[in-house]
């Protein structure tokens, strides 16, 4: 999955998942899931963000885990009543929902196997990433040491 095209269709996935999220916050009037639906829409579009420019690897951990934990919360406010969001329970075909369900799936299962792949996911590949889409930090030259040694001479 280490494809443009998948980390496209990835994108265009996030980007709608935030617009529904975006939309249902309007009609919201419970404090927490106006933050969970603010929280998967910054997820969501950050995620998308990062799969389309020089971020993969944690446009991938950032939009799957939005799409994982988002699902989560779906499942809880429709297993169990909430207080103060006793609408949502039970109603387990509401449209949007249903939809944001399967947009999530394919997310979480297309973040599985782009993070699994043959190249093992290691901390030192998400902070040069990090470093690439955060402006005003330069990734490190391969060879280059810490700007804290002093420099070796051939």
Known sequence: MRSTAGRVLAGVLLLADAGIHAYEVIDADVPFLIGGFIATVVGAAAGALLLLTRGPRLGWIVGGLTALLTTIGYIVTRAMPIPTDEDDYGNWLEPLGICSLVIQGIIVVMAAVAL????????????????????????????????????TSP
Do not use: C, F, W, Y
């Open 116 to 151: 699994s792949g043959l190249a093992p996911l290691r901390p030192g590949h998400l902070v040069q990433e990090a470093k690439s889409v955060t402006p005003g930090l330069q990734p490190e030259e391969p060879g280059s040491g810490s700007p804290d040694e002093p420099p």
